[in-house]
């Protein structure tokens, strides 16, 4: 049977084609943030290391004893940030590419699962690192100037937008949707 003429090949569809713009979008983004992580290391460094000591928060003695101020555990820290932005972003890096391969084949399952690993990699460091320890554990949300809040909730927000897509039946055709 010649390739046009198979059945079990999935078709290309708008979904495919914004899951492979989402992911890559995420990819590109999350590269961005980490080359300027590793070329810019003590800007973000400096920001680490204030959210950690939390001495930019209202200072309340209850939630004081939570503070690391260790500039070793902070340096620590940042560079495990660093290295999780980085596997990421190598990760989505070759979803985006598996998602282009899938659109000449016909086949987007691997596509489709490696994106998952990604997005739900920056949705942990983004969601679970900086909403929620560094938002809520370390009080984050309290600091004027070392507040990461917002825009650790853009990230979430659009790797959630993108795994959901990435997870509509259609983004990788009939014969590949289920899970």
């Known amino acids: 049977?010649?390739?046009k003429h198979r059945?079990?090949?999935a078709p290309r569809t708008g979904l495919t084609l914004a899951a492979t713009v989402l992911t890559g979008t995420v990819a590109l983004y999350l590269s961005l943030v980490a080359f300027g992580n590793i070329t810019d290391f003590d800007t973000n460094r400096?920001?680490?290391r204030h959210v950690l000591a939390m001495d930019t928060t209202f200072k309340d003695p209850e939630l004081m004893w939570r503070a690391l101020t260790s500039h070793a555990v902070q340096d620590a820290a940042y560079?495990?940030?660093?290295a999780w932005e980085t596997a990421a972003s190598v990760v989505?890096?070759?979803?985006?590419a598996l998602w282009a391969v899938g659109a000449r084949r016909g086949s987007f399952a691997r596509a489709r699962q490696v994106s998952?690993?990604?997005l739900l990699m920056?949705?942990?460091?983004?969601?679970?690192?900086f909403l929620a320890i560094g938002g809520e554990w370390f009080a984050m949300w309290q600091s004027k100037d070392w507040n990461g809040l917002e825009a650790a909730t853009r990230n979430v927000t659009l790797a959630g937008i993108a795994l959901v897509v990435v997870h509509l039946p259609g983004a990788a055709g009939k014969h590949e949707s289920g899970e």
Do not use: E, H, K, S
Request: hydrophobic share 60%; aromatic share 6%.
């Open 116 to 118: 998952t690993v990604g």
């Open 46 to 48: 400096q920001f680490v």
């Open 92 to 96: 989505l890096l070759a979803a985006t």
């Open 79 to 82: 560079l495990a940030i660093i």
């Open 1 to 3: 049977m010649t390739d």
């Open 122 to 129: 920056v949705l942990l460091l983004f969601g679970a690192g």
């Open 7 to 9: 059945t079990d090949r």
